[in-house]
């Protein structure tokens, strides 16, 4: 039998709606913080207590503008606001509260103790509320502002209570909900404290770095650059971190629109947009970043704990903010915390002009100096790095090798720049570096000639990977040409692959693979793009071809499939380099656009200033 529709009573009311804005004792800290924020406080604190197993307390004063004696009894009212007068005031609503339910809701689960003292009355009041229900309303001395005491949290929903974390959980989300507050107003004081501990204090900070160096943020994060004009009504402030200094999660990313921290998956993932292939899939860096914009352009009312906004143009606002931080990302040195200039010029063939066994070249004994160098020279073939670094194959492995490509030798355009003796070096403080050996026959280890430079390893396959990335990158704008198969790969996929692939064929013919229907749910690779180079296995072309089919988007397609066809055609570890190929390696990584990082975002080096050397061997 179904129950009959009927009206609930205000007590089960008031229980649902504290369950949406009161999830837990950090959201308690903050509605009240907000509150004290939007009467215009300038100093804020946060106290608490607690037992060993649960938050005893939490009180919450501030220097604001207080509650008038008459307010008094509708602040503890639902839906009872000073904010906003009716429903168009939203669209242009400026104060971090407005939907007044955090004071009604809060009193409905504790008991609460409130002492106000507004800024016109000589004297103030005391109000003690318990479930919701007025217990006691007296006049009382008290200094101007408010101050809230909240007890008994949860003490008529032993549910609620039942599911709270450990009281270390629980006094973690209140430190990142005063760390958000400090982050996102630095010119406020907040002052937090447990048990009558302190453990932040942001008196005395003048600016949004000071307070990022009191709660413990990294020093070398790097300001957000927005100086595109063209969007008066959007703007963006901050701070985000270098690229070799991530998280496995994104809980350092902290966000405010207009003042209002927001929770939001789409901009956290503009942000990593920004860092591209700098860090991997699974990394996020630290940001901390305001955004101002037009309020008619929001709407603030999508989340009972205003957690979440929408924007009128979300797509808009995702790209600009991608944009701020690549060119943020731009200016950051490889080694030293300096500025760059941004080099404008198309990348080029990545060559050297210095002939190859000129004197002072150092070699191993026994070394033949007529071996290939490592890219093209005035006096020498025009090969890449990939080429030269291949292993030599003996004549049996080369008739096992059914998949070889038809051309023993590639003949590949080389686009010359204006002047044969420059190159453009987009990263000077990389190809400056000084090259000392190799380790295991997969790292380099290259000195840095800077103040305090020490010393830089480098993933040798990674640094080519990069390399190769950008060479084929270059490549594709002038046009890759295609080289045949001994024997066609033939490809049998599932059918939605299959049907995918087929939507790709313009990207893969105008890539240089030639590919074609082969088939019911199958594909026929006859051809691949001469930048390949030799490939032994069908695995491989397969590989490179199916890349593509993670994605939808045309270009992320075309990106994934020249990551793969880099990563094949790389120098690989344990393979031995001259010194002088590693040195060209390293000049050759100085022209690429981005060389912290291989393509799939694994670090190509790390750096080993002369301070962390000292220290690492108690030097300091």
């Known amino acids: 039998m179904v129950n009959p529709i009927k009206i609930l009573d205000s007590e089960t009311v008031n229980q649902i709606a504290a369950g949406e804005v009161i999830e837990r004792p950090a959201s308690i800290v903050k509605e009240l913080v907000e509150n004290s924020i939007d009467a215009q406080a300038r100093y804020i604190t946060i106290s608490v207590t607690t037992n ?352 070889r490509l038809r051309q023993t030798k590639l003949t590949q355009t080389v686009f010359e720049p204006e002047d044969a003796t420059v190159s453009p070096i987009l990263h000077p403080d990389i190809f400056e570096l000084i090259y000392v050996g190799q380790i295991d026959c997969t790292f380099l280890i290259a000195q840095v000639p800077l103040e305090n430079g020490g010393m830089v390893l480098i993933d040798q396959h990674a640094a080519h990977e990069r390399i190769r990335y950008d060479q084929i990158m270059m490549q594709r704008k002038q046009g890759i040409g295609s080289q045949e198969l001994l024997e066609p790969v033939i490809l049998s996929l599932t059918p939605l692959a299959h049907a995918k692939l087929l939507d790709f064929l313009p990207l893969f013919h105008e890539m240089g693979f030639m590919l074609e229907p082969f088939g019911r749910d199958s594909v026929r690779i006859s051809g691949v793009p001469v930048t390949c180079g030799h490939i032994e296995k069908p695995s491989v072309v397969q590989e490179i071809v199916c890349a593509a089919l993670d994605y939808q988007d045309y270009e992320r397609a075309a990106d994934a499939v020249v990551k793969q066809m880099a990563c094949h055609h790389s120098i690989r570890a344990n393979m031995p380099l001259t010194c002088e190929r590693g040195t060209e390696l390293l000049q050759q990584l100085a022209q690429t656009h981005e060389p912290r990082t291989c393509p799939h975002g694994r670090p190509v080096m790390v750096h080993f200033s002369m301070e962390k050397l000292a220290g690492l061997f108690k030097r300091t």
């Open 52 to 403: 060993k197993d649960y938050i005893t307390s939490i009180t919450v004063t501030d220097d604001g503008t207080g509650i008038s004696d008459e307010d008094l009894p509708l602040a503890f009212t639902t839906h009872a606001t000073s904010k906003i007068n009716s429903a168009s005031d939203i669209s242009s609503c400026t104060s971090l509260g407005f939907r007044g339910e955090a004071l009604a809701s809060i009193a409905s689960i504790a008991y609460v103790t409130l002492t106000t003292c507004h800024e016109q009355s000589e004297s103030g009041r005391r109000v003690v509320i318990s479930g919701g229900e007025f217990l006691e309303s007296t006049p009382i001395g008290a200094a101007k502002g408010t101050s809230v005491c909240v007890e008994q949290i949860f003490f008529n929903a032993p549910v609620r209570r039942k599911f709270l974390k450990s009281r270390t959980t629980e006094l973690a989300w209140m430190y990142d909900t005063v760390e958000a507050f400090c982050l996102h107003f630095p010119h406020l004081f907040f002052r937090y404290m447990v048990n009558q501990q302190e453990r932040i204090s942001t008196h005395g900070r003048t600016s949004l770095r000071e307070v990022m160096q009191t709660l413990g943020f990294d020093d070398t994060m790097l300001p957000l650059l927005d100086e595109e004009s063209s969007f008066p009504a959007l703007s963006f402030s901050g701070y985000i971190s270098k690229w070799d200094r991530t998280y496995q999660a994104a809980h350092k990313i902290f966000l405010s629109v207009n003042g209002r921290r927001i929770v939001s998956t789409p901009l956290i993932s503009a942000i990593r947009e920004g860092y591209a292939d700098l860090i991997g899939k699974k990394e996020f860096p630290s940001a901390v970043i305001h955004i101002t914009i037009d309020p008619g352009e929001i709407d603030p009312n999508v989340h009972p704990a205003k957690r979440e906004i929408r924007f009128a143009d979300e797509t808009a606002v995702r790209k600009r903010l991608t944009s701020v931080v690549s060119s943020s990302l731009v200016f950051s040195s490889v080694f030293a915390d300096k500025s760059l200039p941004v080099v404008q010029e198309p990348l080029m063939e990545l060559s050297v002009a210095s002939e190859r066994n000129e004197p002072g070249s150092i070699h191993e004994k026994g070394e033949d100096v007529h071996e290939p160098p490592l890219y093209p020279s005035s006096s020498s073939p025009s090969l890449f790095v990939a080429e030269a670094a291949q292993p030599i194959y003996t004549p049996r492995l080369q008739k096992q090798a059914g998949y």
